[in-house]
């Protein structure tokens, strides 16, 4: 939740890597306890990454009263976004093996039902199990659901509104007033194409960019995913 960092009085966040969302590797919880135990997170202050939901860890924010903003956007969105990432940056561990696939549609459906990669023993998780891991967090008494689309605004065609609300949102969440010029200029800075890994930030461009066969895969492996999180 970087947008976090466009909160007045707030520092520079700390970057926690954790386990990469869409991959199983052989990383233990442990390992990621250790390295949450090692940050201090001071007031004002954040930590950004990819943490599957673990009751150990949890349970350790909360006692030290960190809130949990969970960022969720429409998983037909996010298949589509992190093929196009990992295609695009040759540094990514999964960069060659997407490279050996026939087409974007197999890419595709690996990111949807998941396969066992050659690349450093991982697996790519399936979409649905993916949202199976957030969905633990969401029973942290301090978590608060962030949603994209709600958050993009009319450049990432959202709604002003919607975004406005979402923003005040998290700073009831945080505790943190914020004044109407706040609000205004957190929503200026929010939807950024500098951001590493941006491509288009645009809310439901699955509909663009999916095909029957993709979409038929898709409400096969991962319906449930869809009415669980909201999404039509």
Known sequence: MRCISHF???KSGISCPGLIPYLSSYHSYRELLDLLSTLSVEKNNFIFGH????KTVSKLLEEEHVVVLIPIRDPRDVIISQMNYIMSNKNHSLNSYFASL????ERLKALIIGVDSPV?????LPINEIYRQMKGWTKNPRSLVVYYENL????????ELKQKNEIY???NKIGVSLRKSDIENICDQIYCPQTPGFRKGVAGDWQNELGPDI????NLCAQETLLEWNYN
């Open 215 to 218: 979409l038929e895969t898709f």
């Open 51 to 54: 943490l599957p939901f673990s």
């Open 102 to 105: 026939s087409s974007n549609i």
């Open 8 to 10: 007045p009085n707030y």
């Open 120 to 124: 450093k023993k991982q697996r790519l």
């Open 152 to 159: 993009v605004g009319p450049r990432g065609k959202g709604s």
């Open 169 to 171: 949102k998290i700073s």
